[in-house]
């Protein structure tokens, strides 16, 4: 968890600012038309961050497993963390150290000398439910193993994006902010970019929300000794988060991400083995996985 600390409460002082100024050989008048806009550099440079590790977390759960009537194997599970930490929007934990010299900075106010912690503790409350189900003599296969499975995530106390707001990448800068304040602090840190793009994520969009769900697929086909004595396995996995943005850091589903994964996998003599799968992102408009296609190959000895 990312947490912050507001610099001493000189930093915020004007005089102070002028006084360092004038130790630097500005005039009185010079150090006094310079103070206003070195302010937020002064209050930045005497803040700081820390890593917190959360402690005294609570799970409970309980699964099931059975199978149906048609043959297909139905488990599933339900976990509540009754005080689970979740990350506070880290922009705005950043700007909140500017709230003493502009109110409109964040929506978390920073006070100097004081620690605004990274996270609030929560109700989790998830669901995820699976089906597995066989089918034999399949496309040439001698089995076709289809599993899907659907979850879903519920944060309860959740306040208004105006009191607090949790989650979304920092890559998109913050969040809607009183007096056209976004496009101002995406003006001063995002040097060089369109100027129409400022406010492109002024929004109340992508932070956590109280529900968020999504679906997972895949297939399996099993070919037994297709050649002196190897086995293959070809793949193919689905991924798709339907709806709502699940919390960080790490949250199970980013509204609208999807990935779609090609696999082979092969068996010799049930000694020697070999996986290769590529795996491709895509979709989500505050998803940070979309460039992080990759592939993977990998060798195994079984003894």
């Known amino acids: 968890i990312f947490s912050g600390k507001g610099g001493p409460a000189s930093a915020y002082s004007p005089a102070n600012v002028v006084g360092r100024l004038m130790a630097n050989g500005l005039s009185l008048a010079q150090a006094t038309a310079a103070a206003p806009s070195l302010m937020p550099l002064v209050v930045a440079g005497n803040s700081s961050y820390y890593v917190e590790y959360p402690e005294d977390i609570r799970l409970y759960g309980l699964s099931f497993s059975t199978t149906l009537p048609t043959g297909t194997a139905w488990s599933g599970e339900i ?32 006070r100097p000398n004081t620690d605004q912690p990274g996270y609030r503790r929560k109700e989790i409350t998830q669901l995820q439910t699976t089906f597995t189900h066989f089918f034999d003599q399949v496309m040439g296969a001698s089995r076709l193993t ?4 659907v979850g879903w995530t519920h944060v309860g106390g959740l306040e208004s994006n105006s009191e607090a707001r949790y989650g979304r990448d920092p890559v998109y800068g913050p969040g809607p902010l009183p007096a056209n304040t976004c496009r ?9 970019s369109p100027q129409n793009n400022l406010s492109r994520y002024c929004e109340n969009d992508g932070f956590t929300t109280a ?10 086909w099993d070919y ?10 070809p793949s193919i996995a689905w991924s798709h988060d339907v709806d709502g943005y699940s919390p960080g850091p790490g949250g199970n589903f980013e509204e609208g991400r999807k990935a779609v ?6 068996e010799y003599q049930n000694t020697y083995t070999a996986s290769l799968s590529y795996t ?14 990759f592939v993977a190959l990998s060798f195994g000895v079984n003894f």
């Open 79 to 110: 976990s509540y963390r009754p005080n689970a930490p979740v990350q506070l929007n880290t922009t705005d934990i950043l700007y909140s150290g500017l709230t003493p010299l502009n109110p409109n900075a964040s929506v978390l106010q920073g």
């Open 146 to 149: 289809l599993v899907g499975e």
């Open 184 to 192: 101002t602090l995406n003006a001063s840190t995002l040097a060089g």
């Open 211 to 220: 529900d968020s769900w999504g679906y997972r697929a895949r297939a399996i």
């Open 224 to 233: 037994p000794d297709v050649f002196a004595g190897v086995n293959l396995k």
């Open 261 to 266: 994964s090609l696999g082979l996998d092969a």
């Open 280 to 293: 491709n992102f895509f979709d989500g408009k505050y998803t940070t996985v979309d460039d992080r296609d």
